[in-house]
């Protein structure tokens, strides 16, 4: 029903930055929460950042003051600013939706996208 395509991911030497956009496409009337989601070689999905309608924002400790979430709610897009990258960054990088209300009412979930090569350099 709301289908997620990221975007912006690449080879980043370390220090260096990268911007990562999700667009959430469908019959979507709102989005309640978009967040940032990365996989790693033979590790498991982990979650990076979170952001809600309102702007609240949830980071994870270890890239607290190097990436900023933030989203545009009138183009349902999502971003992840990420600065100061370290080798330990590299990693597929996905978004995931929850509490999205559709057009003609009920309730629409997203299904994980392609992802991004995020791939850091050292």
């Known amino acids: 029903q709301v289908q997620l395509v990221e975007s912006g991911g690449g080879l980043v030497q370390a220090g260096g930055s990268l911007r990562l956009s999700c667009a959430a496409s469908g019959s979507i009337f709102s989005i309640e929460a978009m967040g940032w989601y990365r996989q790693a070689p033979g590790k498991q999905r982990e979650l990076v950042a979170a952001?809600?309608?309102?702007?609240?924002?949830n980071v994870v400790d270890s890239v607290k003051g190097r990436f900023t979430i933030y989203r545009d709610n009138a183009k349902n897009t999502v971003y992840l600013q990420m600065n100061s990258l370290i080798p330990e960054n590299t990693a597929v990088y996905y978004c995931?939706?929850?509490?999205?209300?559709?057009?003609?009412?009920?309730?629409?979930?997203?299904?994980w996208g392609q992802g991004t090569q995020v791939t850091v350099s050292s």
């Open positions: 952001i809600t309608s309102g702007g609240s924002t």
């Open positions: 995931d939706v929850d509490g999205v209300r559709l057009l003609a009412g009920g309730i629409g979930f997203g299904s």
